[in-house]
């Protein structure tokens, strides 16, 4: 079974996300899964969390 990402990872993602980088480009530098930024980001974007 795979290892849950911490809180932190998540802001830091969707920090990068919102300051400009894409979906797929902030997957690639913090090294998780393109669906994972995609799903992080469009939950941030629907509800704020």
């Given at each position: 079974?795979?290892?849950?990402?911490?809180?932190?990872?998540?802001?830091?993602?969707?920090?990068?996300?919102?300051?400009?980088?894409?979906?797929?480009?902030?997957?690639?530098?913090?090294?998780?899964?393109?669906?994972?930024a995609?799903?992080?980001?469009?939950?941030?974007?629907?509800?704020?969390?």
């Amino acid at each position: 079974m795979s290892r849950a990402y911490s809180c932190d990872l998540r802001h830091r993602v969707l920090d990068a996300i919102d300051g400009g980088l894409s979906t797929h480009k902030a997957a690639k530098r913090f090294g998780i899964g393109v669906a994972t930024a995609v799903r992080w980001h469009r939950v941030w974007r629907d509800h704020g969390e």
